[in-house]
């Protein structure tokens, strides 16, 4: 026992048992090791590997084979939806690829440090901000929960007993399809999905008038099962830049009539015009819980420079018919990925401002949520404690103040944070031509995220 590791394993009340490390007492995986030797895989920055090895690993890095092949592929191009963190709210046709400058993302230690590094005068005048911008902003946020008809075989349980079954996310997918249903994208209609057989020019969307379905940060597949089975879909695109087991994938091959594509790619480095198999085919854009930035970029990926090309996205047939995204995790958004930062910057918001309030949007699911948080979504802020502490000039500042508000005045603002957040994506989509709606369309006791994009094309539906 003497060459094995002396490390303590509390949980197993035993030492370790890996063999030493070199002239160490402890093995490789317990081993000290100085922060500053150890720098991110440029292949894949999720794992670290020591500087003076990074030659080597570069060419055995077991992601390396993935990252060629997918660089290879016609759809591949780095950034192309990313943004850009130093535009002005000006046009975004042109900003393509971040700077190396921008590609560090604004961590969330680094927007709490940014708040707690407020004066609380600084503090109060962003609140009260907050607030006035809400209130005349976000008054038109209707609920919207719907249970299709269609869905039934799901809600029911009447579909394959192997499939994966949890009643909280059987409700938000039937709900989605729902709402798709309401605003005249999906129509039930025989058991088939039938969308406006016509264009302008008289053509159809394609043989059967069953466009193509592209859920963006697919995961396992399950929102689009849904669709598959409740409304007969015939083509499917999953984007999902990672790997997952037990995916809906073996059901869907499964069906006959239906053509599956796994795109395994990160949604910022999409160009879904460049998929071959998706040209000349008009298709709809899903998501269920698209993280943070995961939404911006799959609208950018769907919209940004079309108004530019639609008359030849029109000729060809290829063209966003409509999309459902329900948005969530607003506290990882980003400022250089937001899809419409001219929108904060008419509010007076700035950049600083925007990654405090994406940090605040955190304390909308830091509740208890085993009850209806409608009224609290409902609630306006009291500051009295904060106008006490800057009469006073309390040395505590601005941590002192959060860590002494109320849990339910914390979830009213991270509230107000998020729907703030997701108006600026609806006007944005307003503004490319789209109709479009924002909706809650589960109970906050299902999901507090629960938030829906939805929108269509008036000139095509």
């Not at 077991?62 to 060629?68: D, E, R, S, T, V």
């Not at 907050?130 to 929960?145: A, G, K, L």
Request: one cysteine or more; proline letters at 3%; aromatic letters at 6%.
């Amino acid at each position: 026992m003497e060459n094995r590791c002396s490390f303590w394993l509390p949980k197993k009340k035993r030492l370790c048992a890996n063999f030493r490390f070199n002239d160490s007492v402890f093995c490789g995986n317990h081993n000290t090791r100085s922060d500053a030797e150890w720098v991110p895989c440029p292949i894949d920055p999720s794992h670290t590997v020591l500087s003076e090895n990074l030659e080597g690993h570069m060419k055995r890095c077991p992601l390396l084979k993935q990252a060629q092949s997918l660089s290879s592929q016609p759809f591949f191009q780095k950034g192309i939806n990313g943004g850009k963190d130093d535009e002005d709210g000006g046009d975004e046709k042109g900003a393509m690829v971040p700077t190396l400058a921008s590609l560090e993302n604004t961590t969330s230690v680094m927007k709490r440090n940014a708040v707690y590094s407020m004066s609380v005068t600084e503090f109060s005048k962003l609140i009260n901000k907050i607030q006035s911008i809400h209130s005349s902003i976000c008054n038109d946020i209707r609920e919207s929960h719907k249970v299709p008809e269609a869905c039934d075989i799901w809600i029911k349980r009447e579909v394959d007993r192997k499939l994966p079954f949890q009643e909280k996310h059987v409700v938000q997918q039937a709900s989605i399809l729902g709402n798709l249903e309401e605003i005249g994208i999906l129509k039930n209609s025989s058991g088939n999905v039938v969308m406006e057989q016509c264009d302008s020019d008289g053509s159809s969307g394609d043989d059967n008038g069953v466009p193509a379905v592209v859920e963006f940060g697919a995961g396992r597949g399950y929102l689009t099962q849904m669709l598959a089975d409740c409304y007969g879909i015939k083509k499917v695109f999953l984007v999902e830049r990672k790997s997952y087991k037990l995916k809906a994938d073996r059901t869907l091959r499964q069906k006959e009539s239906l053509i599956l594509e796994r795109l395994r790619i990160d949604i910022e480095d999409l160009n879904l015009k460049a998929v071959e198999s998706l040209q000349g085919v008009p298709y709809l854009a899903i998501g269920k819980h698209l993280c943070g930035p995961a939404t911006d970029l799959s609208l950018r990926c769907c919209l940004a420079a079309q108004s530019s090309q639609d008359n030849a996205v029109q000729g060809s047939g290829h063209y966003l018919r409509g999309l459902a995204i329900a948005t969530c995790c607003h506290h990882l958004c980003q400022w250089k990925h937001y899809i419409n930062k001219k929108y904060f910057i008419n509010l007076g918001i700035t950049k600083e401002e925007f990654h405090a309030i994406t940090w605040f949007t955190s304390w909308a699911v830091d509740a208890d949520h085993g009850s209806d948080l409608s009224d609290v979504a409902g609630c306006t802020l009291h500051l009295q404690s904060i106008e006490k502490k800057e009469c006073l000039e309390d040395v505590g500042g601005v941590a002192e103040i959060v860590q002494n508000m109320e849990a339910t005045e914390r979830a009213v603002l991270g509230f107000m944070c998020k729907e703030i957040i997701d108006m600026g994506r609806l006007m944005w989509v307003k503004e490319q031509g789209l109709e479009s709606q924002l909706v809650k369309y589960v109970p906050p006791t299902i999901s507090p995220e629960n938030h829906l994009l939805i929108a269509r094309r008036a000139n095509h539906l």
